[in-house]
């Protein structure tokens, strides 16, 4: 970008450069509209990195993002009571952020998105009605670094993380939005491997020590591992609980590559527009799956969402249009989400139900499920009697009949 983009306008300014937003980029872009796509330079978001087959179909993500395939879930218990999940007929891709990121924008750009690193600073209407998205610009973008620098669109996406300026500043009571706050450490891993240590195997650690109300958790990336934790305690120590999950995990002596914490949203915001022209997607939106944390395809399918959203409105000018992204997001995973915010209040309260848990996964119904729903990202609901036999040893479970 130059100086002279200053005076320019674009159809879309996507604000902030992670799945959601590169994701709407991309699809925009590819519809011909001028996109802006304003992204903050070096920031890399804490996430254990899963992709499931359906993300990797549905956005077509090529097999050389992938620095593992994951076949094997580990759910451990307080009691260190393990269960291991096989994977059958497939896999979980796991990619670095840092590289998926940076290829999910280069692949907006290839399209015809108009890439820009710089911090976003504040929205303005001009007195024609026209949206101004201001910012300042990175030394490598063409204005000195710190210059303000402003753009006019027709709309503004804001994918910018739980905390969203954009989200703050336009939508009615984004900044209730509920967060709790991730933190992991990458390790580099040995080539020659560790014991215990399965570069094919997810670890998933519910031990009241790690998290209050979360989990920890190992994930392989190929010559590295996350190692992290996270809790909506603002007094539990993110840090000393991932440093005692390294420890009981032998990893402890890794070379640490980096740290990275961050906010991420607890339930989807009521509302994702401002009734004129900004819409919402990722995290700004709040699409965060209770329970497993999972943000990747949620936000990229929020972004598309997003995208489809603002190809109509600036089809139409009716921006009417722009709550379509919410209601189509919610239709198609609206009840997951309920259920596993459901299942993440009730079985992550205390040790003991956490250890009922990691007891239930072992039931073969479950996990049949449980993975064929994380697979496809939607509730299986081919098998009924299965549905009715997890119901039953739920509750033998829940009044403390079954046995652990």
């Given at each position: 970008m130059n100086a002279s983009t200053t005076a320019?306008?674009?159809?879309?300014?996507v604000v902030g450069g992670g799945p959601a937003g590169a994701t709407?980029?991309?699809?925009?872009?590819?519809?011909?509209?001028?996109?802006?796509?304003?992204?903050?330079?070096?920031?890399?978001?804490?996430?254990?990195?899963?992709?499931?087959?359906r993300l990797i179909k549905d956005f077509a993500i090529p097999d050389h993002l992938l620095v593992a395939r994951i076949r094997?879930?580990?759910?451990?218990?307080?009691?260190?009571?393990?269960v291991d999940i096989a994977i059958e007929g497939g896999f979980v891709g796991m990619v670095d952020r840092e590289q998926f990121d940076e290829w999910l924008r280069e692949r907006a750009?290839?399209?015809?998105?108009?890439?820009?690193?710089?911090?976003?600073?504040?929205?303005?209407?001009?007195?024609?009605?026209?949206?101004?998205?201001?910012?300042?610009?990175?030394?490598?973008d063409g204005p000195p670094q710190g210059l303000a620098a402003s753009v006019r669109t027709r709309c503004v996406i804001g994918a910018d993380g739980a905390r969203s300026q954009v989200a703050r500043q336009a939508v009615p009571g984004a900044e209730r939005l509920p967060c709790v706050f991730a933190y992991h450490e990458i390790v580099r891993v040995p080539q020659?491997?560790?014991?215990?240590?399965?570069?094919?195997?997810?670890?998933?650690?519910?031990?009241?020590?790690?998290?209050?109300?979360?989990?920890?958790?190992v994930f392989p990336h190929g010559d590295?591992?996350?190692?992290?934790?996270?809790?909506?305690?603002?007094?539990f120590s993110l840090r000393h609980a991932t440093a005692a999950l390294r420890q009981a995990s032998g990893l402890a002596g890794l070379e640490t590559v980096r740290r990275e914490g961050a906010p991420i949203p607890m339930k989807p915001l009521p509302r994702w527009d401002n009734g004129r022209d900004v819409v919402l997607a990722g995290d700004a939106a709040g699409v965060v799956a209770p329970a497993s944390g999972?943000?990747?395809?949620?936000?990229?399918?929020?972004g598309r969402m997003a995208a489809e959203a603002v190809h109509e409105f600036l089809a139409s000018g009716d921006a009417r249009a722009l709550a379509g992204a919410r209601k189509r997001f919610m239709k198609a995973h609206g009840r997951v989400f309920w259920v596993?915010?459901?299942?993440?209040?009730?079985?992550y309260s205390s040790d003991k139900r956490r250890e009922r848990f990691v007891s239930i996964c072992r039931d073969r119904d479950v996990q049949q499920l449980t993975f064929e729903s994380y697979m496809n990202k939607e509730l299986v609901r081919k098998k009924p009697m299965a549905h009715v036999r997890i119901f039953f040893k739920d509750v033998a479970h829940l009044l403390g009949m079954a046995r652990v």
């Open positions: 320019r306008g674009y159809d879309v300014v709407a980029a991309d699809d925009l872009a590819r519809q011909g509209h001028s996109v802006l796509l304003l992204d903050r330079a070096g920031r890399i978001k804490p996430c254990g990195g899963a992709i499931p087959p094997t879930a580990r759910m451990v218990s307080p009691a260190d009571q393990r750009a290839g399209h015809g998105a108009v890439r820009a690193n710089g911090v976003f600073e504040r929205l303005e209407h001009t007195d024609d009605g026209v949206c101004v998205v201001h910012f300042r610009a990175h030394a490598d020659d491997g560790l014991p215990g240590y399965d570069a094919q195997r997810c670890d998933v650690v519910y031990r009241g020590e790690l998290s209050p109300d979360f989990y920890g958790w590295t591992a996350s190692i992290g934790t996270g809790s909506a305690d603002k007094g999972e943000g990747i395809y949620y936000a990229m399918f929020g596993l915010g459901l299942m993440q209040r009730f079985w």
